[in-house]
């Protein structure tokens, strides 16, 4: 129903900046909210950025706010994540995924039910 590919992962030095890009495709018009997650290598999976596809709403993950941007077209076929000021505890494999059951939640991942196969991101020290 909704497919979503993300892009724009790499190797960055610390203090630096990235920006991810996630292209949703399918039946787009059914999205609630989208959001990027990430995944440390040994960790669980964790919130980072969240927007709504209707009210433009966003929400961030403590430590990322300030740093990081979520953001969408105007078309809302694609979202991105800005990442500044990078620093090495950033390095993880970051995920888009969508909602489009209209889940109430916003942070967990049980909240979204399509995801990207993820695009890795390097931070060197």
């Known amino acids: 129903q909704v497919q979503v590919v993300e892009s724009g992962g790499g190797l960055v030095q610390a203090g630096g900046s990235l920006r991810l890009s996630c292209a949703a495709s399918?039946?787009?018009?059914?999205?609630?909210?989208m959001a990027w997650f990430r995944q440390a290598a040994g960790k669980e999976r964790e919130f980072v950025a969240a927007?709504?596809?209707?009210?433009?709403?966003?929400y961030y993950a403590g430590s990322m706010k300030g740093r990081f941007t979520i953001s969408r077209d105007n078309a809302k076929t694609t979202v991105y994540l800005q990442m500044n000021s990078l620093k090495p505890e950033d390095t993880a494999v970051y995920y888009c995924?969508?909602?489009?059951?209209?889940?109430?939640?916003?942070?967990?991942?049980?909240?979204?039910?399509?995801w990207g196969q993820g695009t890795q991101v390097t931070v060197s020290s």
């Open positions: 399918g039946r787009t018009f059914s999205i609630y909210k």
């Open positions: 995924a969508a909602d489009i059951d209209g889940v109430q939640g916003w942070r967990r991942v049980h909240d979204y039910g399509y």
């Open positions: 927007i709504s596809w209707s009210g433009d709403y966003t």
